[in-house]
Structures are given as structure tokens and as C-alpha cells.
């Protein structure tokens, strides 16, 4: 019991993760380069962008080449993304549920709503289902039993609504809307 | 302006939500709105915003019962002994310290009786009250067609 309650460890690799110059230096495992929208080059471990469904395939179909270009994703949700598969990878070679699910909790927890939200299209993009399963929950989480104002700003989503057509389905279903929880 | 996440995504969390947050999120924009009325997402989640249709009573109920079990009364009242039975239960992930609500339609067919659960992980949630739940069906559903 004692044992697990060490942190998740995000310590001294998390420095490789920020957008590096265009120069390979060797290293022993194979490195895969990811290219983003904003032209910011990742170079990660094959392992890591295996778990990347969409890179996968990209590398099936045309093994000869060297970067992947990722046109619908920024270098900001990448990075994060890349770090969370990092430790996913870890927890595959070395199964403990019980950290696993600690480091997700957090992996979401200190992230802002805008990362969260950001994040979503880049797992679901790259076909990162457990990515995208906790991201899905932590937004749920956080929109659970707010007002609708809350969930519009969340999302940044316009009120398409004309106002009796708000107030019509407000009425309609009055109870639901008894009681939220405070922003 | 963040850009609106894809329909299939939105539906992925809207799934998560508790009924009441779900109904709430109707009146957020017009795509919401026609997303949670759909009729694939009615058949995923068993809720219907129209109020003659029987799901719509039980949405209703689940929220004056919430964190408690509702009683099963006027359920049988509204479906009878020989259709289905919804049953709305509300339960903690004590763990998380996150309460939830864990639909759980049971379905009488028959004497048979066949628990359906939703994509939740309902199954680790499985509760006493949901055990004490199913007896009680068992119970009436035996005493009324002896």
C-alpha cells in the first residue's frame, strides 16, 4: 500500500517534450518526427507514436518517410498529448492500475478548461481512445450541473437561440433547471 | 471563439451527463438541441424530452429522487406489470467522491427478468440497493401473475 503512493513520475523527460530545432541527434531507439500545424517539429520514441492510430497507418501506408505532418493539430495540445501517451507506455510495460488511474486523474486534473477542450479534437484526430475517454469524463465532470451559461463559455459555443425560443424549452422543462451549481 | 468540437465527440460527453445537466445542455444551442433529441441518442440513453412519451416521466422522477432510491411505485403505475420497467437508481462512486447516476433499465419479458445496462460500467456499481431493487421486482412481478 505504502509503495503506490508515490507520484506519477513526469519529471526529467517532460523537458524532451517542448518543440525542438530541426537537427537529429542520434539516439538509440528509433525517433519519430511529428510535424505540427504551426510547423513545430516533435521528435518522439516509435513506441509513442504508435499509440497514435492515425500516425500508425500514416507509417503503413508510406513506411519511407521520416515526418509526419499533422495539419489539424497545434504544438500546444500535441505536447500534452504526447506527454500523457509517454506514461501510458510506461503503465503498459509496467500494469498498476491503481497509479495508472492516479496519474490520468491528474494528468487532467491541472490542466485548464481550454487545454481540456483543446486536447479533445488532437485524441480524437489521432485515435487515442483512453486519451479521449478521460478527457471526455474530465469535461463532463466539469460541466455537470452547471448553468447554460457556464456550458456555452466552456466551450466558447454562440447562443443560436432566440430569446422566446429559450425561454419556450426553459419552461418546457422547467425542473431541470431547478438548483446549479455554483461557476 | 474555440472551435465546436465534432458532433461524435459532443455526443461522447453529453452521454456522461446526468439527465438533468443533459436536458440543461438542450438550451445551449440549436445542434445541441437536435443531438440530444435525436433519436439515436434517446435509444443510447433512454431519455426523451418529448412529455408524452413514458421516458420522459421517468427523467422527471429520477431528478425528484435524486440520491435517493425512487420508489418503484409509480413506475408500475405508468407501465404495468407487463412492460418495461425503468428503474433509476442513484448511486456514489465512493471512491472519487463523485456522485452519479447509474440508469439501470430492467426489462421484463416474460418471466424473465433481464437487467440492460447502458455503456456505463454499471456492472463495478452494482450496489446492495440495486440488488434489493431486483428482489423486489422478482417479488411483485411472482406475486401478481400467481
Keep these: ?183 | 471563439m474555440t472551435d465546436y468540437l465534432l458532433e461524435v465527440v459532443m455526443q461522447e460527453i453529453l452521454l456522461r451527463l446526468p439527465i438533468e445537466s443533459l436536458i440543461k445542455c438542450t438550451s445551449v444551442c440549436m445542434s445541441w438541441y437536435s443531438l440530444v433529441s435525436s433519436t439515436a441518442f434517446i435509444s443510447i440513453r433512454s431519455i426523451s424530452l418529448d412529455k408524452d412519451d413514458p421516458f420522459y416521466l421517468t427523467s422527471h422522477l429520477l431528478k425528484r429522487g435524486r440520491r435517493t432510491l425512487l420508489s418503484l411505485e409509480p413506475v408500475f403505475v405508468c407501465f404495468g406489470m407487463q412492460s418495461i420497467i425503468h428503474c433509476f437508481v442513484q448511486t456514489s462512486f465512493s471512491s472519487e467522491q463523485i456522485h452519479r447516476q447509474l440508469l439501470v433499465d430492467l426489462v421484463l419479458r416474460g418471466k424473465q427478468l433481464t437487467l440492460l445496462v447502458p455503456l456505463w460500467k454499471v456492472w463495478c456499481y452494482l450496489t446492495k440497493q440495486m440488488q434489493q431493487v431486483m428482489e423486489m421486482i422478482q417479488m411483485l412481478w411472482n406475486s401478481d401473475t400467481d
Design chain 1, 1 to 183: 500500500m505504502s509503495s503506490s503512493t508515490d507520484s506519477p513520475t513526469l519529471t526529467t523527460e517532460t523537458t524532451q517534450l517542448s518543440p525542438q530545432p530541426d537537427t537529429e541527434t542520434a539516439k538509440p531507439t528509433k525517433k519519430i518526427t511529428l510535424k505540427s500545424s504551426d510547423n513545430q517539429i516533435f521528435e518522439v520514441e516509435e513506441s509513442v507514436a504508435m499509440e497514435f492510430a492515425t500516425v500508425k497507418s500514416f507509417f503503413e501506408d508510406s513506411p519511407s518517410t521520416d515526418t509526419v505532418p499533422l495539419p489539424n493539430v497545434t504544438a500546444k495540445p500535441l505536447s500534452q498529448v504526447i506527454e500523457f501517451c509517454k506514461e501510458q507506455i510506461k503503465f503498459k510495460a509496467n500494469p498498476d492500475e491503481a497509479q495508472k488511474k492516479k496519474y490520468n486523474a491528474e494528468f487532467v486534473t491541472e490542466k485548464s478548461d481550454k487545454d481540456l477542450v483543446d486536447m479533445i479534437p488532437v485524441a480524437n484526430y489521432l485515435e487515442i481512445k483512453d486519451l479521449l475517454d478521460v478527457l471526455n469524463q474530465a469535461v463532463a465532470d466539469r460541466i455537470e450541473n452547471k448553468s447554460v451559461e457556464y456550458v456555452r463559455s466552456f466551450f466558447g459555443i454562440d447562443n443560436d437561440f432566440t430569446a422566446e425560443e429559450e425561454a419556450a424549452l426553459r419552461r418546457e422543462h422547467a425542473w431541470a433547471y431547478e438548483g446549479v451549481d455554483e461557476d
